[in-house]
């Protein structure tokens, strides 16, 4: 099975950070994209953070560009968000997406269960 998970959500004060981890498993051939996302009560799911495969390249929300970085580890399948000088507008769900090639699926998209970030004033 193909899948996603999150970890690394919790409860943070505002200033603070934390770093989010998603795990792609399953019979997987090749990713292409990975993102994060994230959804607050009553909100659209928007998109925080993306990064392609081969080139590297990244594209941020306006609103968490130059706080938080997005990164991936090629060789274990994973992507990181590092989110620095947290918010409490930042607190939501946080889900992690990604389009990958797998056995039997030349695009698959997939989406992860979801982290819960919560940022205290």
């Known amino acids: 099975q193909v899948q996603l998970v999150e970890s690394g959500g919790g409860l943070v004060q505002s200033g603070g950070s934390l770093r989010l981890s998603c795990a792609a498993s399953?019979?997987?051939?090749?990713?292409?994209?990975m993102a994060w996302y994230r959804q607050a009560p009553g909100k659209q799911r928007e998109l925080v953070a993306a990064?392609?495969?081969?080139?590297?390249?990244?594209n941020y929300a306006d609103s968490v560009e130059g706080r938080f970085t997005i990164s991936r580890d090629n060789a274990k399948n994973m992507v990181y968000l590092q989110m620095n000088s947290l918010k409490p507008e930042d607190t939501a769900v946080y889900y992690c997406?990604?389009?990958?090639?797998?056995?039997?699926?030349?695009?698959?998209?997939?989406w992860g269960q979801g982290t819960l970030v919560t940022v205290s004033s």
């Open positions: 990064i392609t495969s081969s080139a590297g390249s990244t």
């Open positions: 997406k990604a389009v990958v090639g797998a056995t039997d699926y030349k695009y698959l998209e997939l």
């Open positions: 399953g019979s997987i051939l090749s990713i292409y994209v």
